[in-house]
């Protein structure tokens, strides 16, 4: 072991370890990241929605219309009360609070008058007490909230059982409740805590209390208190792990076991919001009898009631990142337990993580000092895959919630800090050689140096390219009216855009020629579908030239276009460095590289902006290419059928190309001939082209002095639109 290398190890495992800390000590940061790929995955994988007997009764916009805003006189909820259990509930939840008493009820109002006869007051109706009258002997469950302001504590209607270790301590505080009417909290069969994250930073409701505690007495949830009262359970039975105080495992209501967090939350695991999960308040108060389908929707059911309407601001976010009602979180928490799909983060989670981040960073750290840095990230990428596959595996088959990213991060940053170590100190020279030699070789270039041998001689080899030429139309009347300085100016706005398509779609730039580019593709190194990464640099190119001159990029005024002409073939070339031994260019030559240019200078004859030749066009068939007839390029003595590059795939597809092809084939076939007129099939294709693009008018507009092209082409072209 080298001293460098040494240091190396050193300074990798100092960063492993720090890494290692970090998640011991598990900062918000890190909770706040793991909680968000939870969330991915529920995202990706959402509990599906399936017919429980669980329904919410929406006090929604179009009740509050149709029955007057909220709050409402509660002999109108004890009215709502009775309907629900004559339609027969199992049980009835009330996701609201009951703190004070009804303002609309008649006594009151009557009362606050002032000079009404105490007896006759007496003898008009109290809301309170009807509603409280509504909900004796019925499965009724009301819910409380939590406050800082003083000492009120809501009685428990069920009995608890624990089994383990105390666990007063385990769930979140309730310090003090917002109390409830007297005679609705004594005759309510439950009550329940309708809080969903308290005390907690985030607006994602992701675990929701089950229980709450003041340190001696457990306060269940209203979702459990309805799910106990519709099952005529009277007892929770919780479990506590048997060694460990203050620590919850499960919950048991009646006939089902719920998990639970160390504090007694449920991790939720929720459905797509829903219309099937509601019922308008409106639909249950109607005069009349209820329709068939409310009634069958509330029989047997757990129904809880709340509000959906904006103004009441009672809206949550789930792990879907939907804004829902709280009272359908409420509503799913039941769900959750009665379909039996929970989500569970083991207790040894953490300690498996922070045992991932010191094995994997001193793997990385020892592979990429030793070994390589490229085995190092393959390994790397294989532990990334391996977390991901394994963390998403666990949750959709199991429910279990892993944290892939700590693990992923850390030992990303620490393959990159022992492999920044290890190019600073160990291979300095070669990164300034290859910096060296990265000025002036292009990128493709530089990588064929780098991995092949004898890669700088002279001498090429054959293989097939797709050739590009591009050139500037009218250039030399253009730069008369220029200064030298004014050329060169343009010259490198108009071919640094141009070039970037090329790069972006794996070609190599041979040469810059004055106001002209030549680029391949499939050399030095290969290139799949290398006619199609063409194609797409040069529609690219055209979209540039549109958006540069919108934009009066070159200082011409808007009213003088800068235009370009575009020619492709695919064919067998020579390619190779070519020159001297002491100074050279790596280059192709050959007749397709003659050919592309030829092509590029046809676009004059053709009037149209992109050319390719017949062997291009058939490594293209599902692309928008009009037959442009049969040309005599300089130095052939073979016509050579070129193509017009409308578009892409989905240019293709189009329904308004496809018409216009149509069309194409028909004046090809006219033109072949010569037997009718083309005059009316050119202004049809015309107005056609007009709707697709501008520049198919100026083709079409040259093509009926071109019927020569035409005479000794086949009537079939190459390409038909796509089905």
């Known amino acids: 072991m080298t001293r460098a290398q040494l240091f190396g190890v050193l300074i990798g495992l100092a960063v492993v370890a720090f890494f290692t800390f970090l998640r011991a000590n598990d900062p918000q940061l890190l909770r706040q990241a793991r909680d968000v790929t939870f969330d991915e995955y529920q995202r990706i994988a959402p509990r599906s929605f399936e017919p429980m007997p669980v329904r919410v009764v929406d006090i929604d916009e179009a009740s509050l219309r149709e029955l007057g805003q909220w709050p409402w006189p509660r002999d109108r909820l004890a009215k709502l009360t009775d309907r629900l259990s004559e339609m027969g509930a199992a049980a009835i939840a009330f996701d609201v609070l009951f703190a004070e008493p009804d303002r609309l009820s008649p006594r009151r109002v009557v009362r606050d008058v002032g000079g009404v006869d105490p007896s006759f007051i007496a003898a008009l109706p109290d809301n309170d007490e009807i509603f409280a009258g509504a909900m004796l002997d019925k499965p009724v469950v009301l819910g409380f909230g939590l406050t800082n302001e003083g000492s009120y504590l809501p009685p428990v209607k069920a009995g608890f059982a624990l089994t383990g270790e105390s666990a007063a301590e385990a769930p979140p505080r309730l310090r003090a409740a917002t109390p409830l009417r007297p005679q609705l909290e004594a005759n309510a069969a439950g009550l329940g805590h309708i809080s969903l994250n308290p005390g907690s930073s985030s607006a994602v409701v992701r675990a929701a209390p089950l229980f709450l505690s003041d340190g001696q007495q457990f306060y269940p949830s209203l979702a459990l208190e309805a799910l106990r009262v519709a099952q005529g359970a009277s007892t929770y039975v919780l479990a506590a792990a048997p060694q460990v105080a203050n620590t919850l495992t499960a919950v048991k209501i009646g006939d089902f076991v719920v998990p639970l967090t160390a504090t007694g939350e449920l991790w939720l695991y929720v459905t797509p919001d829903t219309t099937e999960r509601y019922v308008s308040a409106r639909r249950i108060l109607a005069d009349g009898e209820p329709s068939p389908d409310v009634r069958s929707g509330i029989e047997g059911s757990i129904v809880f009631i709340g509000t959906s309407a904006a103004g009441l601001q009672d809206v949550r976010t789930t792990a879907l990142g939907q804004n829902v009602p709280g009272v359908s979180i409420h509503a799913q928490i039941v769900e959750q337990i009665l379909s039996g799909r929970y989500l569970s983060r083991p207790d040894w989670a953490d300690g498996l993580e922070i045992l991932s981040i010191a094995l994997a960073g001193s793997l990385l750290v020892l592979l990429t000092t030793f070994v390589s840095p490229v085995v190092a990230l393959v390994c790397g990428l294989a532990v990334t895959a391996l977390a991901l596959v394994a963390s998403w595996l666990a949750f959709f088959y199991g429910g279990l919630l892993f944290d892939p990213l700590a693990p992923i ?181 050959g007749d397709t590289v003659n050919i592309a240019a030829r092509i590029e200078a046809a676009c004059k004859d053709i009037n149209f902006d992109v050319l390719i030749s017949e062997a291009t066009a058939q490594a293209l068939p599902d692309c928008a290419l009009l037959d442009a007839g049969s040309l005599s390029l300089k130095g052939k003595t073979t016509r050579t059928r070129l193509f017009a590059l409308a578009g892409d795939e989905t240019f293709a597809a189009q329904p308004t190309f496809r018409e216009l092809h149509g069309l194409h084939e028909r004046l090809v076939e006219v033109l072949r001939t010569r037997a009718t007129s083309s005059r009316s099939t050119i202004n049809a294709a015309k107005l056609k082209a007009a709707a697709l693009t501008p520049g198919l008018v100026g083709f079409y507009a040259r093509i009926s002095r071109r019927s020569e092209h035409f005479a000794e082409a086949p009537i079939e072209s190459t390409r038909r639109p796509a089905e």
């Not at 060296?436 to 070789?441: E, M, N, S, V």
């Not at 050739?467 to 071919?495: G, H, I, K």
């Not at 064919?571 to 030559?589: D, I, K, P, Q």
């Open 409 to 589: 991060m850390a030992a990303s940053i620490t393959h990159f800090a022992a492999t920044a170590y290890r190019f600073l100190v160990t291979d300095r020279e070669r990164r300034e050689v290859r910096q060296a030699f990265g000025r002036y070789l292009s990128p493709s270039l530089l990588y064929r140096i780098e991995h092949t041998r004898n890669a700088l001689s002279l001498g090429g080899d054959d293989r097939e390219l797709t050739v590009m030429f591009v050139d500037v139309r009218n250039f030399t009347e253009m730069s008369e009216r220029m200064t030298p300085t004014e050329v060169v100016a343009f010259l490198n706005t108009l071919l640094d855009a141009l070039s970037r398509h090329v790069l972006a779609n794996e070609g190599t730039l041979d040469k810059f020629i004055g106001d002209s580019i030549m680029a391949f593709w499939n050399a030095p190194v290969d290139v799949a579908d290398h006619p199609r990464k063409a194609m797409r640099a040069a529609l690219g190119m055209r979209e540039t030239m549109v958006r540069l001159n919108a934009d009066d990029a070159f200082g011409f005024g808007l009213e003088q276009e800068v235009r370009i002409g575009i020619g492709i073939h695919t064919g067998l070339a020579c390619v190779g460095n070519m020159g001297a031994e002491t100074r050279f260019n790596y280059s192709a030559v």
